[in-house]
């Protein structure tokens, strides 16, 4: 009798296993099909990513082998080209060396465009920051002090990375331009703020030393009173001596 009630529970179970397989398969099957076509598409990118991230990494070792051998124009033309067709980290990476040959062999125009293209690949403030900060230093080996200025304005922000080299660089350019006080003013944060590396401290100390020196050297010298040469009347001795 037990073994009749069990057949008969089994046989229900199996009735109500198809009854649901036969309304909700269609819906299972179609789970089933998406996640394995997702599983199978993320190990498909991931593949295309490997294979991408080699073949950018193989160009741009081609193009530093071309510079280790003396090869400055290939190897520059090869960081160029991958910097407009490879990802941010390699594109920044390439342009800024490209830059780099560029100012070694005295072309500092091109020099300083390469820079400020590689700060418009990166998006991290750190790399784009430093891009900007080296085309900002050609640019004040040119004497172009007014864009130096104002390219600098926003990297001197409180916790910026380069806060404190762009500062020094700010106020060598207001200096440079004839806006002492301005520059004073950068020395000066330098020099009283925690946290300044030593030599950029030194250098802001010797710069406003020197504004100082010369502040001397150039101030007018004062005014001495000077006898007059009016005549005077004749004194009694005078007169006498003439006589």
Do not use: C
């Not at 593949?47 to 003396?70: F, H, I, M, W």
């Not at 590689?118 to 002090?145: C, E, I, V």
């Amino acid at each position: 009798m037990v073994d009749f009630i069990n057949e008969v529970e089994e046989e229900l179970r199996k009735d109500d296993y198809n009854r649901l397989l036969k309304k909700y398969g269609p819906i299972i099957g179609v789970i089933l099909f998406l996640i394995v076509a997702g599983a199978a598409f993320l190990e498909w990118q991931e593949y295309a990513q490997d294979k991408s991230a080699q073949k950018v990494a193989a160009v741009y070792t081609a193009a530093d082998t071309a510079l280790e051998a003396g090869d400055l124009n290939d190897a520059t033309e090869q960081f160029i080209a991958l910097g407009e067709t490879g990802p941010e980290g390699y594109a920044g990476l390439s342009l800024m060396r490209a830059a780099a040959i560029r100012h070694e062999q005295g072309d500092l125009a091109s020099a300083i465009l390469y820079f400020d293209q590689a700060a418009a690949k990166f998006s991290t403030p750190r790399h784009k920051q430093l891009a900007q900060l080296k085309s900002a230093y050609l640019l004040a080996d040119q004497g172009a002090y007014s864009d130096v200025v104002t390219r600098m304005t926003p990297l001197i922000e409180e916790n910026a990375p380069y806060e404190f080299l762009a500062r020094e660089l700010l106020g060598f350019a207001q200096q440079q331009s004839g806006n002492e006080s301005a520059a004073r003013e950068q020395f000066a944060y330098l020099t009283a703020i925690p946290g300044v590396p030593q030599t950029v401290k030194q250098r802001a100390e010797q710069s406003m030393a020197l504004m100082n020196a010369e502040s001397v050297i150039n101030a007018p010298e004062p005014v001495l009173n000077t006898p007059t040469d009016e005549p005077t009347e004749p004194t009694e001795t005078d007169a006498t001596d003439e006589d």
